[in-house]
Protein backbone atom coordinates (compact mmCIF):
# COMPACT_ATOMS: atom_id res chain seq x y z
CA UNK A 1 0.00 0.00 0.00
CA UNK A 2 2.06 3.22 -1.06
CA UNK A 3 1.23 6.69 -0.37
CA UNK A 4 1.48 9.78 -2.46
CA UNK A 5 1.16 12.34 -0.10
CA UNK A 6 1.63 16.15 -0.12
CA UNK A 7 3.06 19.37 0.95
CA UNK A 8 -0.82 19.39 2.72
CA UNK A 9 -0.70 16.17 4.47
CA UNK A 10 1.71 13.84 7.18
CA UNK A 11 4.36 12.09 5.61
CA UNK A 12 4.91 8.58 6.10
CA UNK A 13 7.66 6.97 4.02
CA UNK A 14 6.45 4.39 1.51
CA UNK A 15 8.78 1.71 3.19
CA UNK A 16 7.64 1.76 6.77
CA UNK A 17 4.68 -0.43 6.84
CA UNK A 18 4.62 -1.34 10.59
CA UNK A 19 4.16 2.88 10.89
CA UNK A 20 1.76 3.17 8.28
CA UNK A 21 -0.58 -0.35 9.72
CA UNK A 22 -0.20 1.45 13.24
CA UNK A 23 -1.63 4.61 11.69
CA UNK A 24 -4.34 3.19 9.90
CA UNK A 25 -5.92 0.91 13.00
CA UNK A 26 -5.32 4.38 15.54
CA UNK A 27 -7.53 6.11 13.12
CA UNK A 28 -9.77 3.30 13.00
CA UNK A 29 -9.96 3.23 16.73
CA UNK A 30 -11.90 6.37 16.77
CA UNK A 31 -14.96 5.09 15.69
CA UNK A 32 -14.66 2.07 18.02
CA UNK A 33 -13.95 4.92 20.41
CA UNK A 34 -16.78 7.36 19.98
CA UNK A 35 -19.51 5.12 19.23
CA UNK A 36 -21.36 4.43 22.63
CA UNK A 37 -22.32 8.00 22.11
CA UNK A 38 -25.05 6.56 19.79
CA UNK A 39 -25.35 3.08 20.63
CA UNK A 40 -25.91 3.52 24.23
CA UNK A 41 -26.78 7.30 24.24
CA UNK A 42 -29.07 8.24 21.79
CA UNK A 43 -30.56 5.25 20.26
CA UNK A 44 -30.87 2.07 22.72
CA UNK A 45 -30.47 2.50 26.22
CA UNK A 46 -30.70 6.23 27.73
CA UNK A 47 -32.99 7.31 24.84
CA UNK A 48 -35.88 4.92 26.77
CA UNK A 49 -35.13 5.35 29.55
CA UNK A 50 -35.11 9.43 29.54
CA UNK A 51 -38.55 8.67 27.78
CA UNK A 52 -40.52 5.96 29.99
CA UNK A 53 -38.19 7.00 33.41
CA UNK A 54 -37.37 10.88 33.79
CA UNK A 55 -39.16 12.61 31.75
CA UNK A 56 -42.94 13.51 33.59
CA UNK A 57 -44.63 11.48 30.54
CA UNK A 58 -43.75 9.41 27.36
CA UNK A 59 -44.75 12.56 25.14
CA UNK A 60 -42.80 15.09 26.78
CA UNK A 61 -40.11 12.92 27.01
CA UNK A 62 -39.65 12.15 23.45
CA UNK A 63 -40.39 16.10 22.61
CA UNK A 64 -38.02 17.37 24.67
CA UNK A 65 -35.41 14.44 24.20
CA UNK A 66 -36.28 15.43 19.89
CA UNK A 67 -35.13 18.89 20.65
CA UNK A 68 -31.90 18.25 22.41
CA UNK A 69 -30.56 16.16 19.33
CA UNK A 70 -32.32 18.95 17.13
CA UNK A 71 -30.53 21.81 19.18
CA UNK A 72 -27.23 19.55 19.06
CA UNK A 73 -27.72 18.74 15.19
CA UNK A 74 -28.19 22.54 14.02
CA UNK A 75 -25.12 23.99 16.33
CA UNK A 76 -23.30 20.77 14.26
CA UNK A 77 -24.50 21.70 10.54
CA UNK A 78 -23.75 25.45 10.87
CA UNK A 79 -20.34 25.45 12.93
CA UNK A 80 -18.94 22.18 11.02
CA UNK A 81 -17.89 24.34 7.54
CA UNK A 82 -16.41 27.15 9.33
CA UNK A 83 -14.42 25.03 12.06
CA UNK A 84 -13.47 23.11 8.92
CA UNK A 85 -12.13 26.00 6.91
CA UNK A 86 -10.28 27.15 10.17
CA UNK A 87 -9.16 23.64 10.46
CA UNK A 88 -7.71 23.21 6.76
CA UNK A 89 -6.04 26.53 7.06
CA UNK A 90 -3.97 26.02 10.10
CA UNK A 91 -3.23 22.77 9.32
CA UNK A 92 -4.08 20.25 12.08
CA UNK A 93 -6.64 18.20 13.25
CA UNK A 94 -5.72 16.82 16.18
CA UNK A 95 -6.08 20.00 18.59
CA UNK A 96 -9.62 19.99 17.26
CA UNK A 97 -10.51 16.80 17.95
CA UNK A 98 -8.95 17.21 21.69
CA UNK A 99 -10.62 20.21 21.83
CA UNK A 100 -14.52 18.72 21.60
CA UNK A 101 -13.98 15.78 23.21
CA UNK A 102 -14.19 17.50 26.16
CA UNK A 103 -17.70 18.11 25.71
CA UNK A 104 -18.43 14.57 24.90
CA UNK A 105 -16.56 13.45 28.21
CA UNK A 106 -18.48 16.27 29.93
CA UNK A 107 -21.75 15.44 28.68
CA UNK A 108 -21.14 11.55 28.98
CA UNK A 109 -20.66 12.57 32.84
CA UNK A 110 -24.17 14.25 33.49
CA UNK A 111 -25.96 11.57 32.12
CA UNK A 112 -25.13 10.08 35.89
CA UNK A 113 -27.29 12.42 37.68
CA UNK A 114 -30.51 11.48 35.73
CA UNK A 115 -32.02 10.02 38.49
CA UNK A 116 -36.00 9.64 38.14
CA UNK A 117 -37.21 11.70 40.53
CA UNK A 118 -34.53 13.95 41.16
CA UNK A 119 -35.43 17.59 40.69
CA UNK A 120 -32.57 18.22 38.11
CA UNK A 121 -32.77 15.18 35.98
CA UNK A 122 -34.58 16.45 32.91
CA UNK A 123 -32.27 19.18 32.30
CA UNK A 124 -29.30 17.50 33.37
CA UNK A 125 -29.77 14.51 30.76
CA UNK A 126 -30.89 17.03 27.92
CA UNK A 127 -27.55 19.26 28.59
CA UNK A 128 -25.85 16.29 29.06
CA UNK A 129 -26.48 14.32 25.74
CA UNK A 130 -26.91 17.83 23.94
CA UNK A 131 -23.11 18.10 25.11
CA UNK A 132 -22.20 14.74 24.33
CA UNK A 133 -23.66 14.21 20.64
CA UNK A 134 -22.05 17.34 19.86
CA UNK A 135 -18.66 16.91 20.89
CA UNK A 136 -18.77 13.05 19.16
CA UNK A 137 -19.95 15.02 15.98
CA UNK A 138 -17.50 17.60 15.68
CA UNK A 139 -14.56 15.29 16.65
CA UNK A 140 -15.77 12.66 13.51
CA UNK A 141 -15.25 15.49 11.20
CA UNK A 142 -11.73 16.58 11.82
CA UNK A 143 -11.22 12.60 12.07
CA UNK A 144 -12.68 11.83 8.52
CA UNK A 145 -10.58 14.62 7.56
CA UNK A 146 -7.18 12.62 8.15
CA UNK A 147 -8.02 9.63 5.59
CA UNK A 148 -6.47 11.26 2.68
CA UNK A 149 -3.22 11.19 4.62
CA UNK A 150 -3.79 6.94 5.19
CA UNK A 151 -4.00 5.50 2.36
CA UNK A 152 -4.58 6.42 -1.66
CA UNK A 153 -7.62 6.97 -3.56
CA UNK A 154 -7.42 2.89 -4.75
CA UNK A 155 -7.57 1.97 -0.63
CA UNK A 156 -10.32 4.66 0.83
CA UNK A 157 -12.86 2.54 0.26
CA UNK A 158 -11.77 -0.23 2.29
CA UNK A 159 -10.82 2.06 4.88
CA UNK A 160 -13.97 3.93 4.88
CA UNK A 161 -15.61 0.53 5.44
CA UNK A 162 -13.39 -0.82 7.83
CA UNK A 163 -13.87 2.51 10.07
CA UNK A 164 -17.22 1.96 9.58
CA UNK A 165 -17.36 -1.86 10.52
CA UNK A 166 -15.24 -1.44 13.82
CA UNK A 167 -17.47 1.18 14.91
CA UNK A 168 -20.68 -0.44 14.73
CA UNK A 169 -18.86 -3.74 16.61
CA UNK A 170 -17.66 -1.54 19.34
CA UNK A 171 -21.41 -0.05 19.60
CA UNK A 172 -22.60 -3.87 20.19
CA UNK A 173 -19.88 -4.76 22.25
CA UNK A 174 -20.16 -1.56 24.40
CA UNK A 175 -24.36 -2.49 24.35
CA UNK A 176 -23.12 -6.16 25.67
CA UNK A 177 -21.64 -5.34 28.68
CA UNK A 178 -23.90 -2.66 29.93
CA UNK A 179 -27.03 -4.75 29.59
CA UNK A 180 -25.46 -8.30 30.85
CA UNK A 181 -23.07 -6.92 33.34
CA UNK A 182 -24.49 -3.67 34.91
CA UNK A 183 -28.55 -3.16 33.97
CA UNK A 184 -30.36 -4.91 36.72
CA UNK A 185 -33.78 -5.32 36.39
CA UNK A 186 -35.80 -3.50 39.31
CA UNK A 187 -37.79 -6.69 39.79
CA UNK A 188 -35.46 -9.11 40.07
CA UNK A 189 -31.82 -7.49 40.30
CA UNK A 190 -30.55 -9.61 37.31
CA UNK A 191 -28.68 -7.94 34.29
CA UNK A 192 -29.33 -9.67 30.94
CA UNK A 193 -26.67 -12.51 31.49
CA UNK A 194 -28.89 -13.67 35.08
CA UNK A 195 -26.28 -11.64 37.01
CA UNK A 196 -26.19 -9.16 40.16
CA UNK A 197 -24.82 -6.12 38.49
CA UNK A 198 -21.17 -5.46 39.11
CA UNK A 199 -19.80 -2.61 41.63
CA UNK A 200 -23.10 -3.16 43.38
CA UNK A 201 -25.38 -0.95 41.38
CA UNK A 202 -28.54 -0.03 42.44
CA UNK A 203 -31.10 -1.66 40.02
CA UNK A 204 -34.07 0.19 41.99
CA UNK A 205 -32.59 3.73 41.51
CA UNK A 206 -31.57 2.66 37.93
CA UNK A 207 -27.55 3.20 38.21
CA UNK A 208 -26.81 0.54 35.91
CA UNK A 209 -28.51 2.21 33.35
CA UNK A 210 -27.49 5.69 34.46
CA UNK A 211 -23.47 4.08 33.96
CA UNK A 212 -24.13 4.37 30.30
CA UNK A 213 -22.69 7.69 30.80
CA UNK A 214 -19.40 6.75 32.47
CA UNK A 215 -19.03 3.37 30.65
CA UNK A 216 -19.00 6.23 27.73
CA UNK A 217 -15.82 7.92 28.84
CA UNK A 218 -14.06 5.02 30.01
CA UNK A 219 -14.64 3.58 26.57
CA UNK A 220 -13.52 6.43 24.97
CA UNK A 221 -10.52 7.66 26.98
CA UNK A 222 -9.14 3.78 26.82
CA UNK A 223 -9.64 3.33 22.99
CA UNK A 224 -8.73 7.31 21.73
CA UNK A 225 -5.40 7.92 22.95
CA UNK A 226 -3.88 5.90 19.90
CA UNK A 227 -5.03 8.16 17.34
CA UNK A 228 -3.36 11.05 18.78
CA UNK A 229 0.06 8.84 19.41
CA UNK A 230 0.22 7.13 16.10
CA UNK A 231 -1.65 8.32 13.36
CA UNK A 232 0.31 11.32 11.64
CA UNK A 233 -1.80 14.60 11.41
CA UNK A 234 -0.88 18.14 8.60
CA UNK A 235 1.72 20.19 10.11
CA UNK A 236 1.21 23.62 11.79
CA UNK A 237 0.82 26.46 8.51
CA UNK A 238 0.09 29.18 10.42
CA UNK A 239 -0.87 30.62 13.97
CA UNK A 240 -4.75 30.08 14.78
CA UNK A 241 -5.30 34.02 15.02
CA UNK A 242 -4.54 33.64 11.38
CA UNK A 243 -6.02 30.52 10.36
CA UNK A 244 -9.60 31.63 11.85
CA UNK A 245 -9.17 35.14 9.28
CA UNK A 246 -7.67 33.04 6.51
CA UNK A 247 -10.29 30.39 6.98
CA UNK A 248 -13.05 32.23 7.12
CA UNK A 249 -12.55 33.84 3.91
CA UNK A 250 -11.86 30.69 1.89
CA UNK A 251 -14.67 29.25 3.35
CA UNK A 252 -16.93 32.83 2.49
CA UNK A 253 -14.80 32.28 -1.29
CA UNK A 254 -16.26 28.67 -1.40
CA UNK A 255 -19.70 29.94 -0.96
CA UNK A 256 -18.96 33.13 -3.23
CA UNK A 257 -18.49 30.94 -6.09
CA UNK A 258 -20.15 27.25 -5.12
CA UNK A 259 -21.27 27.28 -8.77
CA UNK A 260 -17.53 25.72 -9.48
CA UNK A 261 -18.30 23.08 -7.07
CA UNK A 262 -21.49 22.01 -8.83
CA UNK A 263 -20.93 18.53 -8.54
CA UNK A 264 -20.14 17.47 -4.80
CA UNK A 265 -22.85 20.09 -4.06
CA UNK A 266 -25.48 17.68 -6.10
CA UNK A 267 -23.71 15.22 -4.52
CA UNK A 268 -24.37 16.64 -1.02
CA UNK A 269 -27.94 16.99 -1.62
CA UNK A 270 -28.51 13.96 -2.77
CA UNK A 271 -26.27 12.20 0.43
CA UNK A 272 -28.91 14.82 2.61
CA UNK A 273 -32.16 13.41 1.16
CA UNK A 274 -31.34 9.47 1.46
CA UNK A 275 -29.35 9.93 4.50
CA UNK A 276 -32.41 11.77 6.28
CA UNK A 277 -34.15 8.42 4.76
CA UNK A 278 -31.58 6.07 6.65
CA UNK A 279 -32.44 8.25 10.23
CA UNK A 280 -36.05 7.56 9.75
CA UNK A 281 -35.56 3.91 9.32
CA UNK A 282 -33.79 3.22 11.88
CA UNK A 283 -35.84 5.31 13.79
CA UNK A 284 -39.24 3.54 12.79
CA UNK A 285 -38.35 0.46 12.22
CA UNK A 286 -38.17 -0.98 15.40
CA UNK A 287 -41.33 1.13 16.30
CA UNK A 288 -43.40 -0.15 13.41
CA UNK A 289 -42.46 -3.74 14.34
CA UNK A 290 -42.86 -3.36 17.91
CA UNK A 291 -46.70 -1.95 17.36
CA UNK A 292 -47.00 -4.83 14.64
CA UNK A 293 -46.04 -7.66 16.82
CA UNK A 294 -46.58 -6.19 20.26
CA UNK A 295 -42.68 -6.64 20.55
CA UNK A 296 -41.67 -5.71 24.34
CA UNK A 297 -38.18 -4.32 25.80
CA UNK A 298 -36.25 -7.36 25.03
CA UNK A 299 -37.50 -7.86 21.66
CA UNK A 300 -37.06 -4.45 20.50
CA UNK A 301 -33.02 -4.18 22.06
CA UNK A 302 -32.11 -7.52 20.25
CA UNK A 303 -34.03 -6.57 17.05
CA UNK A 304 -31.44 -3.25 17.16
CA UNK A 305 -28.67 -5.42 18.04
CA UNK A 306 -29.36 -7.85 14.82
CA UNK A 307 -29.65 -4.22 12.75
CA UNK A 308 -26.55 -3.32 14.06
CA UNK A 309 -24.70 -6.67 14.26
CA UNK A 310 -25.18 -6.94 10.45
CA UNK A 311 -23.82 -4.04 9.83
CA UNK A 312 -20.47 -4.81 10.89
CA UNK A 313 -19.58 -7.09 7.56
CA UNK A 314 -21.63 -5.35 5.32
CA UNK A 315 -19.38 -1.70 5.69
CA UNK A 316 -16.46 -4.11 5.75
CA UNK A 317 -16.63 -5.97 2.82
CA UNK A 318 -18.98 -2.69 1.01
CA UNK A 319 -15.81 -1.19 1.60
CA UNK A 320 -13.86 -3.27 -0.37
CA UNK A 321 -16.47 -3.31 -2.99
CA UNK A 322 -16.39 -0.07 -2.91
CA UNK A 323 -12.11 0.09 -4.14
CA UNK A 324 -12.93 -2.29 -6.68
CA UNK A 325 -16.33 -0.62 -8.98
CA UNK A 326 -16.40 2.67 -7.26
CA UNK A 327 -17.98 4.75 -4.24
CA UNK A 328 -21.33 5.74 -6.60
CA UNK A 329 -22.08 2.41 -7.61
CA UNK A 330 -22.01 1.08 -3.87
CA UNK A 331 -24.23 3.92 -2.83
CA UNK A 332 -26.77 3.54 -5.75
CA UNK A 333 -26.79 -0.27 -4.89
CA UNK A 334 -27.61 -0.11 -1.73
CA UNK A 335 -30.53 2.20 -2.20
CA UNK A 336 -32.35 -0.18 -4.88
CA UNK A 337 -31.96 -2.81 -1.77
CA UNK A 338 -32.79 -0.53 1.31
CA UNK A 339 -35.96 0.16 -1.42
CA UNK A 340 -36.91 -3.30 -1.72
CA UNK A 341 -36.38 -4.41 1.33
CA UNK A 342 -38.64 -1.42 2.93
CA UNK A 343 -41.37 -1.93 0.94
CA UNK A 344 -41.15 -5.73 1.83
CA UNK A 345 -41.11 -4.69 5.56
CA UNK A 346 -44.31 -2.66 5.18
CA UNK A 347 -46.09 -5.85 3.75
CA UNK A 348 -46.35 -7.72 7.08
CA UNK A 349 -48.83 -7.44 9.10
CA UNK A 350 -49.45 -9.74 12.31
CA UNK A 351 -51.34 -12.33 10.21
CA UNK A 352 -50.17 -11.35 6.14
CA UNK A 353 -47.04 -10.97 5.02
CA UNK A 354 -46.26 -9.73 1.44
CA UNK A 355 -49.50 -7.75 1.62
CA UNK A 356 -52.07 -10.56 0.72
CA UNK A 357 -50.30 -14.28 2.18
CA UNK A 358 -52.04 -14.86 5.23
CA UNK A 359 -50.06 -16.54 8.18
CA UNK A 360 -50.46 -17.14 12.22
CA UNK A 361 -50.13 -14.24 14.06
CA UNK A 362 -48.03 -14.44 17.11
CA UNK A 363 -49.29 -15.96 20.36
CA UNK A 364 -49.29 -15.97 23.97
CA UNK A 365 -46.70 -18.84 25.10
CA UNK A 366 -45.01 -19.22 21.37
CA UNK A 367 -41.86 -17.74 22.58
CA UNK A 368 -39.99 -15.07 21.22
CA UNK A 369 -39.51 -14.07 17.06
CA UNK A 370 -41.98 -17.61 16.85
CA UNK A 371 -44.42 -16.50 14.04
CA UNK A 372 -43.42 -16.05 10.54
CA UNK A 373 -43.82 -12.64 10.05
CA UNK A 374 -41.37 -11.52 12.94
CA UNK A 375 -39.08 -13.82 11.01
CA UNK A 376 -39.10 -12.39 8.15
CA UNK A 377 -39.50 -9.15 9.59
CA UNK A 378 -35.88 -10.18 11.48
CA UNK A 379 -34.22 -10.90 8.27
CA UNK A 380 -35.23 -7.81 6.36
CA UNK A 381 -34.07 -6.07 9.19
CA UNK A 382 -30.72 -7.95 8.73
CA UNK A 383 -30.70 -7.12 5.06
CA UNK A 384 -31.47 -3.38 6.05
CA UNK A 385 -28.47 -3.32 8.67
CA UNK A 386 -26.00 -5.12 5.87
CA UNK A 387 -26.66 -2.64 3.28
CA UNK A 388 -26.25 0.86 5.68
CA UNK A 389 -22.89 -0.21 6.34
CA UNK A 390 -21.80 -0.12 2.95
CA UNK A 391 -24.46 3.01 2.07
CA UNK A 392 -22.66 4.83 4.97
CA UNK A 393 -19.12 4.14 4.16
CA UNK A 394 -19.27 4.69 0.38
CA UNK A 395 -20.92 8.19 1.26
CA UNK A 396 -17.87 9.05 3.80
CA UNK A 397 -15.40 7.90 0.49
CA UNK A 398 -17.20 9.69 -2.13
CA UNK A 399 -17.17 13.19 -0.62
CA UNK A 400 -13.37 12.78 -0.46
CA UNK A 401 -13.55 11.72 -3.87
CA UNK A 402 -14.89 14.84 -4.88
CA UNK A 403 -13.73 17.54 -2.40
CA UNK A 404 -10.72 19.80 -3.55
CA UNK A 405 -7.65 18.26 -1.80
CA UNK A 406 -6.64 21.50 0.11
CA UNK A 407 -10.41 21.56 1.33
CA UNK A 408 -11.29 18.23 2.69
CA UNK A 409 -11.90 19.46 6.43
CA UNK A 410 -14.50 22.09 4.75
CA UNK A 411 -15.70 20.01 2.72
CA UNK A 412 -16.25 17.29 5.20
CA UNK A 413 -17.90 19.85 7.61
CA UNK A 414 -20.38 20.54 4.68
CA UNK A 415 -20.88 16.72 4.58
CA UNK A 416 -22.01 17.19 8.17
CA UNK A 417 -23.78 20.08 7.56
CA UNK A 418 -25.39 17.73 5.19
CA UNK A 419 -26.39 15.38 7.42
CA UNK A 420 -27.93 17.61 10.09
CA UNK A 421 -29.52 20.14 8.29
CA UNK A 422 -33.08 18.25 7.30
CA UNK A 423 -32.78 15.26 9.73
CA UNK A 424 -36.52 16.73 11.08
CA UNK A 425 -37.84 16.28 7.31
CA UNK A 426 -38.17 12.01 7.63
CA UNK A 427 -39.71 12.24 11.01
CA UNK A 428 -41.79 15.18 10.06
CA UNK A 429 -43.13 13.46 7.02
CA UNK A 430 -43.75 9.94 9.08
CA UNK A 431 -45.36 11.73 11.48
CA UNK A 432 -47.81 14.00 9.09
CA UNK A 433 -48.99 11.19 6.84
CA UNK A 434 -49.35 9.18 10.09
CA UNK A 435 -51.73 11.66 11.02
CA UNK A 436 -53.51 12.54 8.05
CA UNK A 437 -54.52 8.96 6.91
CA UNK A 438 -54.74 6.99 10.79
CA UNK A 439 -52.18 4.65 9.19
CA UNK A 440 -48.53 4.11 10.48
CA UNK A 441 -47.55 1.65 7.55
CA UNK A 442 -48.57 4.41 5.03
CA UNK A 443 -46.70 6.81 7.24
CA UNK A 444 -43.57 5.15 7.62
CA UNK A 445 -43.97 4.52 3.83
CA UNK A 446 -42.78 8.00 2.76
CA UNK A 447 -39.17 7.08 4.26
CA UNK A 448 -39.09 5.51 0.72
CA UNK A 449 -39.35 8.55 -1.28
CA UNK A 450 -36.66 9.86 0.25
CA UNK A 451 -34.36 6.31 -0.91
CA UNK A 452 -36.00 7.22 -4.19
CA UNK A 453 -35.54 11.09 -4.62
CA UNK A 454 -31.63 10.67 -3.24
CA UNK A 455 -30.76 7.84 -5.55
CA UNK A 456 -32.29 10.22 -9.13
CA UNK A 457 -30.28 13.18 -7.80
CA UNK A 458 -27.20 10.71 -7.17
CA UNK A 459 -27.34 9.63 -10.44
CA UNK A 460 -26.66 13.06 -12.14
CA UNK A 461 -23.66 13.01 -9.74
CA UNK A 462 -19.56 12.62 -11.95
CA UNK A 463 -18.05 10.39 -9.64
CA UNK A 464 -14.58 11.21 -11.19
CA UNK A 465 -12.34 12.44 -8.58
CA UNK A 466 -11.53 16.06 -8.81
CA UNK A 467 -9.31 18.49 -7.11
CA UNK A 468 -10.25 21.73 -8.93
CA UNK A 469 -13.86 23.24 -9.35
CA UNK A 470 -16.13 21.30 -11.43
Known amino acids: MTMQPDSSQAVISPGDQQRRSRAIFSWYL???AAQPVSTLITTFVFAPFFVDYIASDPDTG????????AAAGIIVALLSPVLGAIADAAGRRKPWIAIF???????????WFGEPGASYAVWVTLIGVFLATIGAEFATVFTNAMMPSLVTPSHMGRLSGSGWAIGYFGGVVSLIILLGLLVG?????????GLSPLFSLDPASYEGVRAAGPLTIIWYLVFVPPLFLFTPDRPQ???????????LRNLAETFRHIRRYRNVVRYL???????????????FGGVYATSTFSWGTTEFLLFGMLVVIAAVPGAFLGGRIDDRIGSKPVIVGSLIILIIASITALSITSDRILFFIPVDPPAAGDGMFASIGERLYLLLGAIIGLVSGPLQAASRTLIIKLSPKDQITQFFGMFALSGKLTTFAAAASVAAITSITDSQRLGISTLIVFFVVGGVLLLRVDPTPRNQSD
Not at 185 to 193: L, Y
Not at 237 to 247: V, Y
Open 185 to 193: DPDDGKTFF
Open 101 to 111: SIPLITGAFML
Open 30 to 32: FDW
Open 62 to 69: TAHWGWAL
Open 237 to 247: LMPTRSAIRIG
Open 269 to 283: IARMIYADGLVGLFA
